[in-house]
């Protein structure tokens, strides 16, 4: 087995849906609890993947921005639930809306993303000019206004937990981290 790494678990004190922070106010609740300093990786713990992070985190480097995952969903019904982007021909995101009533592409964003030091240190203007903070995606449609944020296509896919039978058909389906 490999070394053992410390692992800190923060409680905001909340106890219900009516009184939690939101994902946006959790990314800086950590940021200011860790006293984090540095790039930052967020990914919605109720997801599992099929591929490595490495890609990403070196597509993420090579741009110099912060960048989001994007992957192509064909199905309407399902944009209606997700952040979506429109991107420019160099995968840089021109707009995003979460949850959109008439998505503008087909361009999904999943909750995978990686924040330049100096965007992670805007979550708090972000919060403060008002962009949601329930959905995680509300951050980087609010950032992508004010700086510029970059789109890899998903190398793999994603299993979205969600629920009790989420969890039951991935356990059945999962087969690690393939590629």
């Known amino acids: 087995m490999?070394?053992?790494?410390?692992?800190?678990?923060?409680?905001?004190?909340?106890?219900?849906?009516?009184?939690r922070l939101g994902a946006v106010r959790d990314m800086?609740?950590?940021?200011?609890?860790?006293?984090?300093?540095?790039?930052i990786l967020v990914i919605a713990g109720d997801n599992v993947l099929d591929f490595s992070l490495v890609k990403f985190i070196e597509f993420a480097l090579a741009t110099g921005t912060s960048c989001v995952m994007r992957y192509h969903e064909p199905s309407e019904e399902r944009?209606?639930?997700?952040?979506?982007?429109?991107?420019?021909?160099?995968?840089r995101i021109v707009s995003m809306v979460e949850k959109p009533k008439e998505p503008p592409s087909h361009w999904c964003c999943p909750p995978f993303y990686f924040y330049t030091r100096a965007d992670a240190k805007r979550i708090a203007d972000g919060i403060a000019a008002g962009c949601g903070t329930d959905a995680p995606g509300s951050?980087?449609?609010?950032?992508?206004?004010?700086?510029?944020?970059?789109?890899?296509?998903?190398?793999?896919?994603?299993?979205?937990i969600g629920n009790l039978e989420g969890y039951n058909r991935i356990r059945k389906e999962y087969k690690g981290i393939t590629r």
């Open 2 to 19: 490999g070394g053992r790494k410390a692992m800190r678990v923060l409680d905001d004190g909340t106890s219900t849906n009516e009184t």
């Open 28 to 39: 800086q609740f950590a940021i200011e609890t860790c006293d984090i300093d540095d790039d």
């Open 79 to 91: 944009l209606h639930k997700c952040g979506v982007m429109t991107i420019d021909d160099n995968s």
């Open 139 to 160: 951050f980087v449609a609010w950032l992508s206004g004010q700086a510029p944020v970059h789109a890899m296509e998903m190398p793999g896919s994603r299993y979205d």
